[in-house]
């Protein structure tokens, strides 16, 4: 399975950016998505995840009622809404597939990680 992130960029302090993580290879179903992220100096972080119905959802607390994580199955993809942000979700955000099916926020539990997205948020 590969993993492809996009959408990262420079905004200023209380903008949107909308992330996108398209997987390719053999995706078999069901599976876990999640986005994760790291600043620099810092340990990577759970930021989101969703099953494979998008019925179960977990977010970090830094990011509850900022963000939406969101899936389309059909297009094998996932995407991170990410609304007012702040200085401090400055990061590289990664993407990545657990082929369970329980939403988990453990890095560990993850199979694949695609390359990172940067998000820098000026202030």
């Known amino acids: 399975v590969q993993l492809q992130a996009s959408g990262g960029g420079l905004v200023q302090a209380g903008g949107s950016l909308r992330l996108s993580c398209s997987a390719t290879?053999?995706?078999?179903?069901?599976?876990?998505m999640g986005w994760f992220r790291q600043a620099p100096g810092k340990e990577r972080e759970i930021v989101a995840a969703i099953s494979w119905s998008g019925g179960t959802t977990y977010y970090t607390d830094s990011v509850k009622g900022r963000f939406i994580i969101s899936r389309d199955n059909a297009k094998n993809t996932v995407y991170l809404q990410m609304n007012s942000l702040k200085p401090e979700d400055t990061a590289v955000y990664y993407c990545?597939?657990?082929?369970?099916?329980?939403?988990?926020?453990?890095?560990?539990?993850?199979?694949?990680w695609g390359q990172g997205t940067l998000v820098t948020v000026s202030s």
């Open positions: 290879g053999r995706t078999s179903s069901p599976y876990t």
């Open positions: 990545a597939v657990d082929v369970g099916t329980v939403v988990t926020m453990y890095a560990t539990r993850y199979d694949y």
